[in-house]
T-cell receptor, first 113, second 115 residues
Framework: NAGVTQTPKFQVLKTGQSMTLQCAQDMNHEYMSWYRQDPGMGLRLIHYSVGAGITDQGEVPNGYNVSRSTTEDFPLRLLSAAPSQTSVYFC????????????FGQGTRLTVV | AQKITQTQPGMFVQEKEAVTLDCTYDTSDPSYGLFWYKQPSSGEMIFLIYQGSYDQQNATEGRYSLNFQKARKSANLVISASQLGDSAMYFCAMRTGGSNYKLTFGKGTLLTVNP
């Protein structure tokens, strides 16, 4: 009963490096999303997807890239890491609809030095 | 555009007492869902309770209840008989169909339960 699995849990990057945060869900959810959490800012939406092959930008998309080739996976790519991207990242999935709760991964704590 | 406002950055409550965490929302969509999540110090996001905009009765889940006042656009979380384990960050969130079902969060309220 895995739910939403995020890897890695912790990561330190140097400025300018690229990396991919992995997210996988096994609940056959159409909707997947990435958030970043910063102190005092709540959770802000980076990118989301309403199904395989469909992605769209959220509130803070700059510096991030996503793709959704399968229903299960929704990786988040940092193209050229910056210190401003130091944050905790959450992946979430749900059925598509306004009345459905989202299930979250455990989060990834990313530090960019 | 949809917006969630949580005006209480921090709240304190004595163990065994009830506490209300405030949440107001703004949307022009008549159909929406309201959610509360708990984030303990360990970091995971835990779903607590949900209220649909067409629900006639306030949602309840164990010690959690949602005081839904549609005309005021408020969806306050009430925790009864607080326990030390309730100490956590609490987030109010909303999703509408008009926003392509995006889940929008407030900035959160840090609840501390004192023994």
């Amino acid at each position: 009963n895995a739910g939403v699995t995020q890897t890695p849990k912790f990561q330190v990057l140097k400025t300018g490096q690229s990396m991919t945060l992995q997210c996988a869900q096994d609940m056959n959810h159409e909707y997947m999303s990435w958030y970043r959490q910063d102190p005092g800012m709540g959770l802000r939406l980076i990118h989301y997807s309403v199904g395989a092959g469909i992605t769209d930008q959220g509130e803070v998309p700059n510096g991030y890239n996503v793709s959704r080739s399968t229903t299960e996976d929704f990786p988040l790519r940092l193209l050229s890491a910056a210190p401003s991207q130091t944050s905790v990242y959450f992946c979430a999935s749900s059925y598509r609809g306004r009345f459905t709760e989202a299930f979250f991964g455990q989060g990834t704590r990313l530090t960019v030095v | 555009a949809q917006k969630i406002t949580q005006t209480q950055p921090g709240m304190f409550v004595q163990e065994k007492e009830a506490v209300t965490l405030d949440c107001t929302y703004d949307t022009s969509d008549p159909s929406y869902g309201l959610f509360w999540y708990k984030q303990p110090s360990s970091g995971e996001m835990i779903f607590l309770i949900y209220q649909g905009s067409y629900d006639q009765q306030n949602a309840t889940e164990g010690r959690y209840s949602l005081n839904f006042q549609k005309a005021r656009k408020s969806a306050n979380l009430v925790i009864s008989a607080s326990q030390l384990g309730d100490s956590a960050m609490y987030f109010c969130a909303m999703r509408t169909g008009g926003s392509n079902y995006k889940l929008t969060f407030g900035k959160g309220t840090l609840l501390t339960v004192n023994p």
